[in-house]
Every structure is written in C-alpha cells, then in structure tokens.
C-alpha cells in the first residue's frame, strides 16, 4: 500500500515568486492535512480537509491556502514567497472520519526561498 | 489552546539502555489522544505510540512504552534496549478527540534529539 507522496521534494524560489506544492493521500483516506516545520518555530498546523472542505486553518497570513480534489489529492500555495517561508512541508493523510484516525505523514517537501 | 511541551531538546543512551524522554501538556480537555513520532535524518514522521487518553492502561509498542500520567498532564516515551536505528528527533503530539471545529490537527512540542552511542 502506497503512502503520501509528495511533490516535489525539493525546490528553490525566488522571493515574490508563488509555489504550489502536491499531496497524494494513502489510498481510502478523505483526510489531508498541511504542517510546516522550521528550526526555530518547530512544526505547525497549516490547514486540513476532508472530503474537499477546509475544517481547520493553522494562524498563518492568507498567502497560504489549499485545497483539495474530489479523489483527496490536496494541494497547497503560497503566494508572493518570502525568505522567511523557508521549510520543510509536510503532508499527513488520515481515513478522517473521527478525530481518533491515525495520520501518516509524507516525506515532505523542502522549499528554499532565495 | 493546547501547548505540548518537551523540556529536554537532546538526549544521548548507549546501545542497548533504557532511554526516557519527557513530555507535558496543557489542556482543559479530557479527552484526547497524545502521540509520540519519530522523525529520522529522512524526515518522514513516523508514529511510534499513541495513547488514547480515557485509558489507564498505558499504550506499549514492542520497545518502546509511555508512562501516561493524566492528571499531572505527564505523557513520556521510554525505549528499551536502544539501537542505533532509534537515533532521531522525537516529538510528542496531542490531538483532541472531540471531532468538530479547530480539532482536526495534531499540536507538536518542540522535540527531543535521541543520540544512540555504539
């Protein structure tokens, strides 16, 4: 069984360009959630979907946004990048229903903005 | 809001010791799942344990068991018989388990690098 594959695993922007990062979900779950993980702020909670609807937003500015597709492929994009979104992204899946679910979390995607 | 906190950013066990990381949080729930990852030089998460917090009995995974202490918000990891492919960072997690609203998220603490000596 396949896990969350993200892509793609590494990439370099320039600051003010826009990026968009892919989540694919393990196989049956409805549940995708987005983290960024930084050295000196640790991991935080971007966003989370289920079934194509946002259930939760983590206290970043609306550069970040997301969405998710009807097979729960979700996507996430950040506009008008800054040094400082430098990070590891990570994806996690869960089937969703309760909150009780285990998440897997992908390999992440690492993103160096210049 | 829910904080997890870990008070110990590094850790170091010889080969084959015992290895305890500590893990508090906060919260005015009483019901939740607390978590414990590991996330190796890959950087994949990797669940190690989770513990569903309206059970006493405390959650165990072959080596690796916890010591959930409810009402002092205490939830520590302990590795038995450490290997040198336990060498990581460890975060501890919290995850309500009431399903509505801003819960469907998992709340990290800042995390425990574990150094295994051969």
């Known amino acids: 069984k396949a896990g969350v594959t993200q892509t793609p695993r590494y990439l370099i922007k320039t600051r003010g360009q826009q990026v968009t990062l892919s989540c694919s979900p393990i196989?049956?779950?409805?549940?995708v959630s987005w983290y960024q993980q930084t050295p000196g702020q640790g991991l935080q909670f971007l966003f989370e979907?289920?079934?194509?609807?946002?259930?939760n937003k983590g206290n970043f500015p609306g550069r970040f946004s997301g969405r998710q597709f009807s097979n729960s492929r979700s996507e996430m994009n950040v506009s008008t990048l800054e040094l400082g979104d430098s990070a590891l992204y990570l994806c996690?899946?869960?089937?969703?229903?309760?909150?009780?679910?285990?998440?897997?979390f992908g390999e992440g995607s690492w993103l160096t903005v210049v | 809001a829910q904080t997890v906190t870990q008070s110990q950013p590094e850790m170091s066990v010889q080969e084959a010791e015992t290895v305890t990381l500590s893990c508090t949080y906060d919260?005015?729930?009483?019901?939740?799942?607390l978590f414990w990852y590991k996330q190796p030089p890959s950087r994949q998460m990797i669940l190690v344990i989770r513990?569903?917090?309206?059970?006493?009995q405390n959650a165990t995974e072959n080596r690796f068991s916890v010591n959930f202490q409810k009402a002092a918000k205490s939830f520590s990891l302990k590795i038995s018989d450490s290997q040198l492919g336990d060498a990581a960072m460890y975060f501890c997690?919290?995850?309500?388990?009431?399903?509505?609203?801003?819960?469907?998220?998992?709340?990290f603490g800042k995390g425990t690098l574990l150094t295994v000596n051969p």
């Open positions: 979907y289920f079934s194509e609807t946002q259930r």
């Open positions: 996690a899946s869960s089937r969703g229903q309760y909150s009780g679910n285990t998440i897997y």
């Open positions: 997690a919290y995850r309500s388990a009431n399903s509505g609203g801003s819960n469907y998220k998992l709340t």
């Open positions: 196989s049956g779950h409805r549940s």
């Open positions: 513990q569903e917090a309206y059970k006493q």
């Open positions: 919260t005015s729930e009483s019901d939740y799942y």
